[in-house]
Nanobody, 125 residues
Framework: VQLQASGGGLVQAGGSLRLSCTASIRTSSRFIMGWFRQAPGKEREFVSAYKWDGGSTYYADSVKGRFTIARDNAKNTVYLQMNSLKAEDTAVYYC???????????????????WGQGTQVTVSS
């Protein structure tokens, strides 16, 4: 599985960006796609995930209410709409995917087998 991420850029605080991640295969009902991010000098952290089976969504507390994850099944794509961006959202954002993850594993990067290239998001204050 190859993942293609796009949509990063430079935006002022309070602005919005939308990230996209497209999988190279047709997604199954067990598919999960998520986003992680890594700021300079920090460990990579979970941001959000979408579980194909049932459409469950997951968010880190730090982005809840500001970020929205959604899918386009026909395009094997998941989107991360990021609103009210803050300087602390500045990071390289990585798309990840796997299948069959249980809910308790979704927030942990070690459980994802497939990763896309990172896309830089920079929020100026």
């Amino acid at each position: 599985v190859q993942l293609q991420a796009s949509g990063g850029g430079l935006v002022q605080a309070g602005g919005s960006l939308r990230l996209s991640c497209t999988a190279s295969i047709r997604t199954s009902s067990r598919f999960i796609m998520g986003w992680f991010r890594q700021a300079p000098g920090k460990e990579r952290e979970f941001v959000s995930a979408y579980k194909w089976d049932g459409g469950s969504t997951y968010y880190a507390d730090s982005v809840k209410g500001r970020f929205t994850i959604a899918r386009d099944n026909a395009k094997n794509t998941v989107y991360l709409q990021m609103n009210s961006l803050k300087a602390e959202d500045t990071a390289v954002y990585y798309c990840a995917a796997d299948s069959g993850l249980i809910s308790s594993s979704i927030r942990y990067e070690a459980h994802y087998d497939y990763w896309g290239q990172g896309t830089q998001v920079t929020v100026s204050s």
